[in-house]
Nanobody, 125 residues
Framework: QLVESGGGLVQPGGSLRLSCAAS????????IGWFRQVPGKEREGVSC????????IYADSVKGRFTISRDNAKSTAYLQMNNLKPEDTGVYYC????????????????????WGQGTQVNVSS
């Protein structure tokens, strides 16, 4: 089970840190991804991190503003979001999957097997 937390309402330019806590399994061998979705649109890949060397991929829209990280000892992944913009508004989901190439992570949602319930992020003045 994956549980996201840390969402909320923030003004443009503000910051939030999302957490994704795993229970019932250890995330050591899993790639972790963060996705977001707004009504009427497909779930969008925001960032992912590999299982073995913490290689990360970011969507162009968040590069330089978001940072993904993981703490395997806590079975938790994080998404630090800075300089938030109104277009970052949405429900944010974390997901986990095992990939053969452990130095890589997929950024597309259909590659992931396990999902959290989501946490709402609203960026508005």
């Amino acid at each position: 089970q994956l549980v996201e937390s840390g969402g909320g309402l923030v003004q443009p330019g503000g910051s939030l840190r999302l957490s994704c806590a795993a229970s019932g399994f250890t995330v050591d061998y899993y790639a972790i991804g963060w996705f977001r979705q707004v009504p009427g649109k497909e779930r969008e890949g925001v960032s992912c991190i590999s299982s073995s060397d913490d290689s990360a991929i970011y969507a162009d829209s968040v590069k330089g503003r978001f940072t993904i990280s993981r703490d395997n000892a806590k079975s938790t992944a994080y998404l630090q979001m800075n300089n938030l913009k109104p277009e970052d508004t949405g429900v944010y989901y974390c997901a986990a999957t095992i990939v053969v190439v452990t130095t890589w992570c997929p950024i597309t949602h259909h590659e992931y097997d396990y999902w959290g319930q989501g946490t709402q992020v609203n960026v508005s003045s």
